[in-house]
């Protein structure tokens, strides 16, 4: 359980820190976002367990990595230049 739960927080990690590797101008500041990835990693780990039961350790990873990924999607800020398209017939 504990090894679950340490692989978990490491993976929401992990992911937190890759995007903001790719993403430092659209989120906000790095230790934001990696408490964050660790927070959701945790969060999505403890749902999975939850719904699944014991014994399953990467349906839980899984999840851990899903609810991560989608927490630190939250923190993301829209770009600064928004493209305009003008139509043809305009």
Request: proline share 3%; aromatic share 8%.
């Amino acid at each position: 359980m504990f090894l679950e739960a340490l692989g978990s927080a490491l993976l929401g990690f992990a992911l937190a820190w890759a995007a903001a590797y790719r993403l430092p101008h659209r989120l906000p500041g790095r230790r934001l976002v990696l408490s964050t990835g660790a927070a959701g990693g945790l969060f999505g780990a403890f749902l999975a367990h939850s719904a699944v039961g014991t014994g399953d350790v990467v349906v839980s990873l899984l999840g851990a990595a899903a609810v991560a990924a989608a927490s630190v999607s939250l923190l993301l800020r829209p770009e600064k230049r928004f493209r305009r398209r003008h139509s043809a017939t305009v």
